[in-house]
């Protein structure tokens, strides 16, 4: 009950550092279940509409405004996700899914332009330069990636000229996330990672999560008075196995502990003294940020508040009970919110700060919220040739949830949308209140299919639908073409029960693989040989007849009888004839 | 009379072959429909429901990569109850397009065109099947069988390919023009029967009428007559998915063939394997062979119109960019019409051995490549090579005895002599 409190007062608190000033940022970390820490890194940064159009930039990156003002955008969203985010022992997402992506790249936006054309083309611009801007393969969001949602997205901020907005939204499941991409990430915060919170940012730490997702989302606010500001935030959030990182780097392989440093369980019987049932969970593990991150925090950034709820840029969500030591050299303050069970602190500047947790036998737990709703989607059948979607949407709550699902395949993904089946465990009625779909053009354009669904309480939805796989030129094939091809997650948004803000709420299902058949990629050249062989041979043969007068045999001087035994007497007969000249002439 | 219950037994066996195979199978038509021997992408029934569905729900069928069959389809197929739930009707209305079609056989096979045509009279004329054993041997065919299990839509071209040669060797112009223009709107290519078969229409009518027959005015009013209905086609087509885009989903994927799904033709794998910069010059020049046979054909076999159209039918089921094994059938049961030139065929084992071995190993190479993993896509590729040289040297020895029975008629002293071709 404790725990379910402070997280509702978590997000008032973010909502409310939100608010008020230009730049602010914040850490949050909660150890999960299973030696699991989440961390949750939020950056963000204003900049009022005047200055923003004069190009007067303070905290706001001028790179990235640049290209928003190029490319006509008026509010963008930007993920590059790793991993799974396990709901059934981590419970509810961060943001709850607002802020993450699914596997690989997603971007959306809102574009101003006067037509489709135009604000496709200038999705291309946008594509292309946050392709250099970010070093990821952005610029093959191309029109077969891209989609126009209809009901899945709602705009963050406030758009006074909604109707001239276009929204576009394209993914690159394949994409693989690298520290390639948060080096452009980090540079776009003005401490830049080296000071403030982000310092603890590491690639080699952050690629390494069992889950993390990087986000960039700019939108416009605007006060009831009229005065607009454009708001950037950047979040990373990342779940680390704490056992996992903290490992040196230099030597990385885990080892088992020697058995007498492992609890047995003592209930169980055994037969030898060197065999063991360890016991888990009994402790939470010690860690440090050091140890995690690999570094301490090179204090805070000059540009935060000094003082007020934006000066607290470190926080933890652990049970009152638990030992929290911070260890710097400066002067910090610890605050405890919210029960005792958030405890914030405000970093001393130009100092290092640690914050570490001894191993700890606990008595109490923080509850963690169990989310609205538990997705998993998967491919049943065998073989190159079709297969079948299978979506299980589990509803946990004892109220019904409605929602909106969206999949956007690949063109080479031909679903058979006839067959789509949406059952409910117990109930008879069918689920799917509205549908949107636009079939795939091959090379041209994605399947984009949404559904908005009713899935009653405590019950089961279980969506299928067959699809056939196209066999793709050989040139289209990508070099690693028997690993196949990824498809992106499906993304669904919870209309009711939503969120209280403007962000929504958002699960996003896993990506899927799916093999193609493949050709032979050594043999074009055989491959034309051959049909052409068979072509000229029927071709040649039937011509040969028609433009060919038949004769009898013996009417032609030399000719022989026909077909292949005259062929074959011709030339035995010359064979003998040349070895009777042989003989003669020996 | 005899013949009469003959028919009547014969028809009725096929029609419960068709039913009993769907009512006690209910798997096998959707196993036989994902089979890429029997649906290409254009006469796929998987598709034509999907189209359905599409065309049913206010989305049109041809802004999308699935659907790439004849508009008028839709109406028909919309009328009949879901296939899915209900799939007696469909099960009926496929059952007697082979019936029908079988019919338009019985009649071409009566009117004594394959043997006796007017300008020709083959020496060996009486050698030849009964029109119910031409009639059993297309509706007993595994390959239609197979087809009509299947629902391939290439039964409805098949029907009207055998239609339009029906009521050409009767000499009934209209309906003629009629069939063969709705087979040519389903399926493009059968348009270039429509020499060989007005030559026939033309030669029956001579025959058939006191006066005479003016060949241009003949040959314009039916030129004419395949424009207007060809045209009438595809505008009512045009205001029926409310507007033109279907050309180019339909003919237009003929014509460049996007979909390079396996099929048993040759250009599936000819075009996945070919370089980006020649497609379109070999798209064209592929095409340009398809078409180059007619010509040569209709001049050289002036005298035997129908059977240049039966070998137009084979050179279709080798050479177009989705033929299926519903082309072979149709050819196959045509070339029994022709019973007086199997003895003047060379090759007759070769190719029928040839084309058995590729019926028996294409599945099992396909299963090879797509399911076991333990083949690769030249397996298919080279049991597709097989079967079109089968079937092709099928066309070629029958063109060779067609040509040879015409010299034993030019020149009867030539008759059971070697000859041989300057």
Redesign the interface.
């Known amino acids: 009950m404790l725990s379910f409190r402070s997280l509702i007062f978590f997000h008032a608190l973010v909502a409310c550092v939100l608010g008020s000033s230009d730049y602010a940022e914040r850490l949050l970390l909660r150890p999960l279940p299973q030696s699991a820490l989440l961390a949750s890194f939020n950056f963000r940064s204003n900049e009022s509409f005047t200055s923003f159009e004069q190009q007067n930039f303070r905290y706001f990156p001028r790179s990235l405004a640049q290209i928003l003002q190029h490319a006509g955008t008026k509010e963008l969203h930007l993920r590059f996700s790793l991993g799974r985010w396990d709901a059934e022992s981590w419970g509810e997402r961060p943001h709850n899914g607002a802020r993450e992506g699914g596997t690989g790249v997603e971007l959306w936006a809102w574009l101003d332009a006067e037509n489709e054309q135009e604000a496709f083309s200038r999705w291309l611009t946008l594509t292309n330069t946050l392709s250099g801007l970010f070093c990821a393969s952005l610029n093959f969001i191309d029109a077969t990636k891209t989609i126009r949602p209809v009901m899945s997205f709602q705009p963050e901020g406030d758009h006074p000229n909604l109707s001239q907005l276009h929204l576009l939204h394209g993914t690159l499941p394949h994409e693989v996330v690298c520290t390639e991409n948060l080096t452009p990430f980090l540079k776009l915060l003005p401490c830049k990672g080296k000071a403030g919170i982000s310092s603890l940012l590491d690639g080699h730490k952050l690629f390494d999560a069992s889950w993390q997702t990087m986000s960039i989302d700019v939108r416009p606010v605007c006060e009831a008075s009229g005065e607009c500001i454009l708001e950037m935030e950047q979040t990373v959030d990342m779940v680390l196995d704490i056992d996992r990182s903290k490992r040196p780097r230099d030597n990385p392989i885990p080892r088992p502990l020697p058995i007498e440093e492992i609890e047995c369980d003592t209930s169980k019987g055994y037969n030898a003294a060197d065999t063991c049932y360890p016991l888990h969970g009994s402790a939470e593990p010690d860690f440090s940020l050091s140890q995690l991150f690999g570094r301490p925090i090179k204090g805070a950034c000059p540009l935060t508040d000094s003082d007020g709820e934006n000066a607290n840029t470190v926080c933890i969500n652990t049970p009152p009970e638990r030992t929290v030591h911070a260890n710097t050299t400066g002067p910090y303050v610890e605050s405890r919110l919210v029960a005792d069970t958030l405890r914030c602190y405000k970093l001393p500047t130009g100092a290092d700060f640690d914050l570490s947790l001894p191993s700890q036998q606990m008595t109490t737990g923080l509850m963690l919220q169990p989310p609205s709703l538990f997705a998993a989607r998967h491919i049943n059948g065998?073989?190159?040739?079709?297969g079948s979607i299978q979506t299980t949407i589990r509803n946990p709550t004892s109220s019904a949830v409605d929602f909106i699902y969206l999949e956007s395949l690949p063109?080479f993904m031909?679903p058979?949308?006839?067959t789509l089946r949406a059952r409910v465990s117990n109930s008879l009625e069918n689920p799917i209140t509205e549908t949107f779909?636009?079939?795939?053009?091959?090379?041209h354009r994605g399947t984009h299919l949404e559904l908005r669904m009713l899935i009653p309480a405590s019950s089961t939805l279980t969506l299928t639908y067959d699809f056939?796989k196209?066999?793709?030129?050989?040139?289209e094939y990508p070099p690693d073409a028997n690993r196949g091809f990824d498809a992106a997650p499906a993304v669904i948004r919870l209309v009711s029960p939503g969120s209280a803000d403007r962000k929504g709420v958002y699960i996003r299902t896993t990506s899927l693989l799916l093999p193609l058949?493949?050709?032979?990629f050594s043999?074009?050249y055989n491959?034309?040989i051959?049909?052409s062989t068979?072509?000229a041979?029927?071709?040649g043969?039937?011509?040969?007849?028609?433009?060919?007068?038949?004769?009898?045999?013996?009417e032609?001087p030399g000719?022989g009888?026909?077909?292949i035994r005259?062929v074959i007497k011709g030339k035995v007969e010359r064979l003998r004839a040349l070895l009777g000249g042989v003989k003669k002439n020996t | 009379m005899a013949s009469d219950q003959q028919k009547a037994l014969l028809f009725g066996a096929a029609a419960a072959v068709r039913l009993i195979l769907f009512t006690a199978f209910p798997s096998l038509p959707n196993l036989l429909a994902g089979r890429v021997e029997v649906s290409t992408p254009v006469t796929s029934f998987k598709r034509l429901q999907e189209g359905l569905f599409l065309y049913t729900h206010n989305v049109s069928p041809y802004d999308g990569g699935v659907y790439h069959q004849a508009p008028l389809l839709l109406p028909l197929f919309s009328l009949l109850p879901d296939p899915s739930y209900y799939p007696f009707a469909t099960n009926l209305l496929y059952t007697a397009l082979d019936l029908l079609a079988a019919q338009a056989l019985v009649q071409i096979a009566e009117s004594s065109q394959a043997v006796t045509p007017r300008l020709f009279k083959s020496s060996r004329k009486d050698l030849r099947w009964s029109s119910l054993a031409i009639a059993a041997g297309f509706l007993f065919n595994p390959l239609t069988v197979a087809t009509c299990i299947a629902r391939s839509t290439s039964a409805f071209t098949n029907l009207f390919i055998l239609t339009a040669m029906a009521k050409a060797s009767q000499g009934a112009s209209i309906t003629f023009v009629f069939a063969l223009s709705l087979a040519s709107y389903l399926a493009m290519h059968p348009i270039l029967l429509f020499p060989p078969l007005l030559l026939l229409c033309y030669d029956v009518r001579v025959v058939k009428s006191k006066s005479t027959v003016d060949p241009l005015a003949f040959s314009v009013s039916h030129v004419l007559g395949l424009v207007v209905a060809a045209g009438g086609l595809l505008y009512m087509s045009a205001l029926l998915t409310g507007s033109w885009e279907y050309l180019a989903a339909t003919y237009g994927v003929r014509l460049l063939l996007p979909d390079l799904t396996p099929n048993v033709g040759l250009w599936w794998y000819y075009f996945t394997e070919m370089f980006d910069s020649f497609r379109e010059f070999f798209l064209g020049v592929f095409w340009l062979h398809v078409a180059s046979y007619m010509p040569g054909l209709t001049i050289r076999l002036r005298k035997q119109p129908l059977f240049v159209a039966v070998t137009l039918t084979g050179i279709f089921a080798v050479f177009t960019p989705y033929p299926s094994i519903a082309d072979a059938s149709l050819y196959l049961s045509l070339v029994t019409l022709f019973r007086h030139l199997f003895p003047l065929m060379r090759y007759s084992f070769l190719a029928s051995a040839t084309i058995l071995y590729a019926s028996f190993l294409g599945p099992a190479f396909y299963y090879l490549w797509i399911y076991a993993g333990s083949g690769n896509a030249n397996f298919f590729y080279a049991i597709t090579l097989v079967w079109s040289l089968g079937l092709s040297v099928v066309v070629g020895d029958s063109l060779y005895a067609a040509l040879r029975d015409e010299l034993d008629v030019e020149r009867p002293e030539l008759r059971g002599k070697e000859v041989t071709r300057i």
Request: cysteine-free.
């Open positions: 065998h073989g190159q040739e079709r063109w031909k058979y949308i006839h779909y636009k079939p795939a053009v091959d090379r056939e196209a066999i793709l030129r050989y040139t058949p493949t050709p032979d043999m074009p491959v034309i051959l049909t068979v072509m041979l029927g071709f043969n039937i011509f040969n007849l028609l433009v060919r007068r038949i004769v009898g045999a013996d032609v000719a009888t026909g077909g005259g």
